[in-house]
């Protein structure tokens, strides 16, 4: 389960963004594609076991999921899904346009 | 907290990031992407089940190649350096990352491992990923390539169970092939199951243990390894 590994490593970018400032994290938000191999859920049963004693530990998870969508790169139709990943107007192999998302959106810092 | 009217509340301040999370990882890969180019090492990235025939298909190349190109190896698994230790008997200079608990290697093992092992005229490197269909597909290790051994005794739909795996791959390596007479397999399933998941399905059948058996593969490999902008395309 490389969720854990994946949460060390958003506590270490949440601390590089909090840097020098005297502020406590409030709130933590990422976005995970569907095609990113991340599971959404042990996510963030790994994020619960892992928060505590980092300065996320009072930081809620907000999980923006974002679907897989593979499209042509030159027509740009969206390929239905479970369908062969290539166009069948272009003949072009489909690209994915969005779904491997592993990222910090933004963070809310409590301030004084 | 609100110093305007003394309410208690807190002030919260959005910080907008996008950042990628791995983005550490992604950095540590390119370093070591860079280091092989600089020696125009050819890098493997390895993946498949625990079974699939990882280390059977090395030891199949370093005789295929016999003798004819240098070869190295570095081998993941949870415990134990029997994988490392086949490949060294095979010919191919190895070493082996214990991830302990680890699911997956990620691209700061790599380098440990890169100040450790002698790569001096080494032409491919082979990293042979922990036995896994899930998490060593997302950690970019600095590899050229990725490359998924799929055995055939694994199930047709394998490809479409574990989409995120055989969506990264460059070319699958279906093996075991020469068990198929005794199985009740459909390899066309395979094949499609692939495409689904798939943009540019790339598929080598493989016996490892049968002459001549790894014969599509070495010539995928030597080809990628000399024009990878044409096969790439």
Request: glycine share 8%; proline share 4%.
């Amino acid at each position: 389960m490389h969720e854990y590994s994946i949460v060390q490593s958003l506590v270490d970018s949440v601390a590089a963004a909090v840097g020098s400032r005297e502020a406590s994290v409030h709130e933590v938000h990422v976005a995970i594609g569907e095609m990113s191999g991340v599971d959404c859920g042990l996510l963030t049963t790994a994020y619960d076991v892992f928060r505590a004693g980092t300065l996320c530990e009072h930081a809620s998870l907000t999980i923006e999921r974002i679907p897989a969508r593979w499209h042509c790169p030159r027509c740009d139709a969206t390929i239905a899904r479970g369908a062969f990943l290539r166009c069948i107007e272009c003949n072009e192999p489909a690209q994915l346009a969005s779904g491997d998302e592993i990222v910090l959106q933004r963070i809310e810092l409590e301030v004084a | 907290m609100c110093t305007d009217c003394g309410c208690g509340d807190v002030n919260l301040v959005p910080l907008e990031l996008q950042t990628r999370i791995l983005a550490h990882n992604d950095g540590t890969a390119a370093h070591n992407r860079a280091h092989f180019r600089e020696r125009g090492i050819f890098t493997v990235n390895l993946m498949g089940s625990p079974g699939s025939g990882k280390t059977a298909v090395l030891e199949a190349t370093a005789r295929a190649f016999d003798g004819g190109a240098k070869l190295a190896a570095i081998a993941g698994d949870l415990a134990t350096e029997n994988d490392a230790m086949r490949l060294v008997r095979a010919g191919i200079r190895s070493r082996a990352i214990k991830t302990g608990q680890a699911c997956h290697l990620d691209a700061e093992m790599v380098h440990h491992e890169l100040h450790l092992l002698d790569l001096k005229g080494v032409e491919y490197l082979f990293i042979e990923n922990v036995g896994n269909l899930v998490c060593p597909a997302v950690y970019d290790l600095g590899q050229d390539v990725n490359v998924v051994a799929l055995s055939v005794t694994e199930g047709e739909d394998k490809p479409l169970k574990y989409p995120t795996m055989f969506a990264k791959a460059d070319v699958v390596l279906l093996t075991k092939t020469d068990l198929l007479p005794h199985l009740n397999v459909d390899v066309q399933i395979i094949y499609h199951a692939l495409a689904r998941v798939m943009p540019n399905p790339v598929v080598i059948p493989l016996a490892a243990r049968q002459p001549g058996g790894v014969d599509g593969w070495i010539a995928w490999l030597t080809q990628r390894r000399s024009a990878p902008e044409q096969l790439a395309s």
